[in-house]
């Protein structure tokens, strides 16, 4: 059955790094999607990046570009968002969500209707 295996993510201080992984397991074809969301507390979920197999398309929030990159191990089904220069806003619960679509936007009209497989999420703190 597919389905998302995440680690990384603790605690840091401001201007410090994380980096996560995501693989992705029980996928029956080459072209697939990873999406990468978070959920401040308080706040609603939002879409920070995403990036297809074939590492043609990668899309960032606009308060993260320039500060977190995603890459992809295709041999991996794998995908490492890297966190740099964080902020205490960046703080939240974060989760990967894949899909066997070739779109990023794709993935997003799936997550919005519910879809989507889902990580278990894990939990970044940016604090002093």
């Known amino acids: 059955q597919l389905h998302i295996v995440e680690s990384g993510g603790g605690l840091v201080e401001p201007g410090g790094s994380l980096r996560l992984s995501c693989t992705a397991f029980?996928?029956?074809?080459?072209?697939?999607?990873i999406g990468w969301f978070r959920r401040a507390p308080g706040k609603e979920r939002e879409g920070v990046s995403c990036?297809?197999?074939?590492?043609?398309?990668?899309t960032y929030l606009a308060s993260v570009k320039g500060r977190f990159t995603i890459s992809i191990d295709v041999a991996k089904n794998s995908v490492f968002p890297q966190m740099n220069s964080l902020k205490s806003e960046d703080t939240g619960d974060y989760y990967c969500?894949?899909?066997?679509?070739?779109?990023?936007?794709?993935?997003?009209?799936?997550?919005?209707?519910?879809?989507?497989?889902w990580g278990q999420g894990t939990q970044v703190t940016v604090s002093s």
């Open positions: 969500v894949t899909s066997q679509v070739s779109l990023c936007s794709t993935l997003l009209r799936v997550v919005n209707v519910g879809g989507g497989y």
């Open positions: 029980g996928l029956t074809s080459d072209t697939y999607v």
């Open positions: 990036i297809t197999s074939g590492a043609t398309t990668t």
